[in-house]
């Protein structure tokens, strides 16, 4: 015969069953959450779901895989506006140039490509993240050269650098050509992709709080 | 339906499930984690890619809370990755579990809510699954076991991955590629998430038309194993096909893209659907397979 539950026990078992009902609608509706049910949800549950970070819309590779390749191109000018140094981030393949295949390293670029993905979204984030770094990295970090080509490594800043006076910067977007284009022989694969490169700003280091 | 509840959520002992997806989970976080050493002040220092005065104008930052936020030197950054990656091992090892799974969660959405930008796939899964893990450990602490706390947490911790994949699949239904079959093109040829160059392959068009079926074939079997995984996952007689198309698809994904711990912390989780017998022949195979290997 089945051991009767005590009060405090049944008592307990309601509050968990609660917090469990709470936990599941907010898993269930939070990847959805830019609509109707989701207003009226929201007040509820949003404090909840930005502490533990539970936003996730879980679009692995969707709705669309992504035809298309981001990332930034930048220049930094002296004060007489002459080029110092031209570069994009992320600058996955050379960096992985060797090693590519290192386990780590793909982890390590995963992140960069994230980072570049959400700076992507809105030219604001871009100008906001990327144009602080490039001045402040080459400001304050002295010791050796800029990667041509790649991202300003925060312990190899450039005495040069300190010449930096402003920094332009682009959002650029590969776009890779379709398969059945590809198939029928309309385009071959090692044709140029489209390319368009988007004008994000032109900011000066001095204006900048740092 | 009462008893149905009680049945389902209060009355199942997933603790020999839990206690193995905990080592393997943690020991592929720390793999994860470690990797981000090389890049920690590029991404979560002041003097990184976002300055604190900045998160504000780059995303909603209310409830988000970081201690970096405060930790800004970068010392202190060092330390508190020293301690996230030692409240993991703590964990793998199952020492001071609760306490080092509270750290683990910490110091975890920490450096998440630090910079969200570098967060991809496995960070968040790992975000779920350490708040899971926290409140299992918590469910098996001497004062709340009592409650059925862990069985609870154990059935949360299953039902987790099948909305991730039921989001997974139906946001896939909702691209335009997906449909057309072409999906695993753009991604295989996308040189930011791919790990090899695969244009060779497609160099002439007669290769690139011997490819568009199998490419296409694959592109839908993946949105139907995504979308039918959290309906067929708990079927007896469907499981194995299941999780044995999951651990394949996962294993071509590691494979092919720069995403292998995302793969390998996405197959782990499937051992929260065996049960204690079929774990068992699961630790005795994979055992049987490091000795083989002179590894244990």
């Given amino acids: 015969m089945a051991k009767k539950e005590s009060p405090k026990y049944r008592i307990l078992k309601l509050g968990l069953s609660a917090g469990i009902l709470f936990h599941l609608v907010a898993i269930a509706y939070s990847p959805n959450s830019e609509t109707e049910l989701g207003t009226f949800l929201n007040p509820l549950f949003q404090s909840y779901l930005h502490f533990f970070e539970f936003t996730t819309s879980w679009s692995f590779f969707a709705p669309d895989p992504g035809s298309f390749l981001v990332y930034f191109e930048w220049e930094l000018l002296g004060k007489q506006g002459e080029q110092l140094e031209l570069g994009q981030f992320p ?30 979204a809105y030219d604001a984030r871009a100008e906001k993240m990327l144009i602080p770094y490039l001045c402040f990295s080459s400001s304050r970090q002295g010791t050796s050269s800029f990667h041509h080509q790649g991202t300003p490594s925060l312990r190899q800043g450039a005495p040069l650098l300190e010449a930096v006076d402003s920094v332009r910067l682009w959002k650029v977007i590969e776009l890779i050509p379709p398969l059945k284009e590809i198939a029928l022989g309309h385009r071959k694969i090692e044709d140029a ?9 032109h900011a000066y280091c001095k204006d900048l709080e740092l | 339906m009462k008893k149905l509840w009680d049945h389902f959520w209060f009355q199942v002992d997933g603790r020999a499930q839990v206690f193995l997806f905990r080592k393997i989970f943690c020991w592929i976080l720390f793999g994860s984690y470690f990797s981000r050493s090389f890049d920690l002040e590029l991404l979560y ?13 780059v995303l909603f930052s209310d409830y988000r809370f970081s201690i970096l936020n405060y930790l800004s030197g970068v010392n202190s950054l060092w330390l508190f990755h020293g301690l996230f990656l ?14 080092m799974s509270l750290v683990a969660l910490f110091c975890h959405l920490s450096f998440i809510h ?7 796939g ?13 409140l299992f450990e918590i469910g098996e602490s001497k004062i709340f076991k009592k409650i059925p706390l862990s069985s609870a947490v154990f059935r949360l911790m299953q039902i987790q991955l099948c909305v991730i994949y039921a989001y997974s699949g139906f946001e896939k239904l909702r691209g335009a590629s997906w449909w057309n079959g072409d999906a695993l093109w753009y991604a295989l040829m996308n040189s930011q998430v791919s790990r090899w160059n695969m244009s060779w392959v497609f160099h002439d068009s007669g290769a690139s038309v011997w490819f568009s079926l199998p490419i296409a074939l694959a592109s839908y079997g993946v949105v139907l194993w995504e979308v039918y995984f ?25 494979i092919c893209f720069r995403i292998p711990f995302f793969a390998a912390v996405m197959v782990c989780a499937y051992l929260l659907f065996l049960d204690s017998k079929e774990l068992k022949h699961f630790t005795q195979f994979f055992k049987k397979i490091l000795s083989r290997f002179k590894l244990a």
Avoid at chain 2, 45 to 57: C, K, R, T, Y
Avoid at chain 2, 86 to 99: E, I, N
Avoid at chain 2, 114 to 120: E, H, Q, S, T
């Fill in chain 1, 91 to 120: 600058d996955l393949v050379a960096e992985s140039a060797g090693d590519s295949n290192f386990l780590l390293k793909q982890e390590q670029d995963m992140r960069k490509l994230s980072v570049s993905r959400f700076m992507a």
């Fill in chain 1, 193 to 201: 992709r489209g390319r368009e490169r988007h004008w994000i700003t």
């Fill in chain 2, 45 to 57: 220092s002041n003097e990184g890619l976002l300055q604190v005065a900045s998160i504000p104008a």
């Fill in chain 2, 86 to 99: 030692t409240s993991l091992v703590f964990l793998a090892f199952g020492c001071l579990t609760w306490f």
């Fill in chain 2, 114 to 120: 630090r910079n969200l930008g570098a967060v991809y």
């Fill in chain 2, 122 to 134: 496995a960070d968040t899964i790992a975000t779920y699954y350490l708040f899971y893990l926290c």
């Fill in chain 2, 230 to 254: 959290p309906v067929l996952v708990w079927s007896k007689r469907w499981k194995f096909w299941i999780l044995g198309t999951g651990a394949v698809i996962h294993a071509m994904i590691g």
